[in-house]
């Protein structure tokens, strides 16, 4: 991601008072369902609702009614910053967090219980890999495969 065009900021951005502990996702307003993720597959993320956006009528209703929302900082949780940024959605039947790691990794069980308490009332559920004791599956085609499975449940119900 160090070249990559997604992970580039305008200069403006470099002007701010502050770092943004929430990215909120500019492309789209009044989503139905709010994908909330960190780093990389934010980015895999985009790629799709812009795929989808381009394809038919299911797959493009789903891409434009979700909305992607970086959490840029884990802790302290950014309680205030989330909960102004899920407000501009108040639309959303679905807070759902993505992460690459497998269920019993990376920050499904830290970031869970502060997301329900930010979103009650609103659905909260998690896509992951399933629990794993090693990080990868030491096969590019299998991860390959994960991955865009991964991907696409983001998406759909």
């Not at 991601?1 to 500019?26: E, G, K, W």
């Not at 909960?83 to 920050?107: D, F, I, S, T």
Request: glycine letters at 4%; aromatic letters at 6%.
């Amino acid at each position: 991601m160090l070249r990559h065009p997604d992970a580039l900021s305008p200069i403006a951005d470099f002007t701010r008072p502050r770092f943004l502990n929430v990215l909120p996702d500019t492309e789209v307003h009044d989503a139905e369902r709010v994908l909330l993720c960190t780093g990389k597959i934010g980015h895999e993320l985009r790629m799709e609702r812009q795929r989808r956006v381009k394809a038919g009528d299911k797959e493009k209703e789903q891409g434009e009614r979700t909305a992607i929302v970086f959490l840029e900082q884990l802790y302290p949780f950014p309680e205030q910053e989330l909960a102004a940024v899920l407000a501009q959605h108040p639309q959303a039947r679905e807070v759902v967090w993505v992460q690459e790691e497998p269920a019993n990794q990376g920050a499904l069980f830290y970031v869970m219980p502060r997301l329900r308490r930010v979103v009650r009332p609103t659905s909260v559920r998690s896509v992951k890999r399933s629990a794993s004791a090693s990080p990868a599956t030491g096969s590019s085609k299998a991860h390959e495969l994960e991955q865009k499975t991964l991907v696409t449940m983001a998406f759909e119900a």
